[in-house]
């Protein structure tokens, strides 16, 4: 069974960099796509970036394309999503997401499998 969990969210000024961890533990990273999404207060949760099982297709919403970058290690099993030039807009849960079967990254939140728990990004202005 796949278990997820974040870390490395925190309060940042607008500019700033952060690096959200996704360590997962049960199966191999390699062995699935995964997605980092997010969710403000009021608002649905939206996908942020992915990363095919294979690794060699990365994903990202068009809000934070050139900022954001998704990688992973599989040696330590673990997905990371480095966030650079922070905005306020960027405040937000940050949850990373597994779909166990399939090749593809799903940009909806539904077909994903296995959720972490989160980590909360603010960003101030």
């Known amino acids: 069974q796949v278990q997820l969990v974040e870390s490395g969210g925190g309060l940042v000024q607008t500019g700033g960099s952060l690096r959200l961890s996704c360590a997962a533990s049960g199966r191999t990273v390699s062995s699935y796509a995964t997605g980092w999404f997010r969710q403000a207060p009021g608002k649905e949760r939206e996908f942020v970036a992915g990363i095919r099982r294979s690794g060699s297709r990365t994903y990202y919403a068009d809000s934070v394309k050139g900022r954001f970058t998704i990688s992973r290690d599989n040696a330590k099993n673990t997905v990371y999503l480095q966030m650079n030039s922070l905005k306020p807009e960027d405040t937000a849960v940050y949850y990373c997401?597994?779909?166990?079967?399939?090749?593809?990254?799903?940009?909806?939140?539904?077909?994903?499998?296995?959720w972490g728990q989160g980590t909360q990004v603010t960003v101030s202005s």
């Open positions: 997401a597994a779909v166990l079967g399939g090749v593809g990254v799903p940009l909806t939140p539904y077909e994903y499998d296995v």
